[in-house]
């Protein structure tokens, strides 16, 4: 029960990694906060983990802001953060629009950021911050430009924030996956579409499958512990090895 006595917050709790999280805190003892946009499978999260739910989107800092605050104020002080909501988006450098970038960048690095600054004054000293990065950021993914951009941008975020917070000993860290069998592929696409997907990403990965929601999780789950007390400012990549064994 290492979580036990200490308040988790996931932001994008509600499904994927998130949820793989949200379980295996909730089983650890965790007194647990989950947000999310969809209010169905909110509300089916936070009912499995017997979390607190808010309906909030990464991209509205003010929701966000204000749903960190309702945490607080009802569960205590925040001692892990888990900043893991985010969204997707191919296209080609030629197709790619403003509003294409700016709605990737609203939720993957500008909300990431701003959650994480909205939270900080509600933590406390000796907690843990955790953000979902991708091996994307580092990965030269044809098509992938504005969302590499954006975990590229959050990567150097948590860098230069666990740096300012070694004074209050809160250790900032980030889990980067590789392809992983999540729902973040699968929105709006068929199920031809989503098999297509599955067997050109595990042809990638030099494990030769893709991951799992709970593979990520588990490692997540591991930089907020107090197992990972001397790991501060690191990117793990949990990618079957497609970053060191790929080339």
């Known amino acids: 029960m290492k979580f036990t006595g200490k308040t988790v917050v996931i932001l994008g709790g509600n499904a994927g990694i998130g949820l793989a999280a949200a379980r295996l805190f909730a089983g650890q003892g965790a007194r647990l906060a989950i947000t999310g946009r969809n209010a169905q499978t909110l509300a089916g999260a936070a009912g499995e983990t017997g979390a607190l739910g808010l309906q909030a989107d990464m ?48 939720v993957n690095l500008k909300g990431a950021f701003f959650a994480i600054q909205s939270a900080l004054p509600l933590m406390r000293d000796g907690g843990s911050i955790v953000v979902t990065g991708s091996i994307g950021s580092v990965a030269a993914v044809p098509g992938n430009v504005a969302y590499a951009a954006a975990k590229a941008g959050l990567r150097a975020v948590v860098r230069i924030v666990a740096k300012e917070l070694l004074a209050r000993r809160i250790r900032c860290n980030m889990v980067s996956p590789g392809p992983t069998d999540t729902e973040i592929f699968k929105r709006g696409a068929s199920e031809a579409e989503i098999a297509g997907v599955r067997e050109m990403m595990a042809g990638v990965v030099p494990i030769g499958r893709m991951g799992t929601s709970e593979e990520i999780a588990k490692a997540a789950v591991f930089l907020a512990s107090d197992e990972a007390s001397f790991v501060n400012g690191v990117d793990l990549y949990v990618d079957g090895g497609c970053i060191e064994l790929g080339s």
Do not use: S, Y
């Open 59 to 106: 991209g509205d800092m003010a929701a966000q802001g204000a749903a960190l605050e309702k945490i607080a104020a009802e569960c205590g002080p925040i001692d892990v953060l888990f900043v893991n909501a985010g969204v997707g988006g191919f296209a080609p450098v030629p197709e790619v629009t403003e509003a294409f970038w700016d709605g990737i960048h609203d």
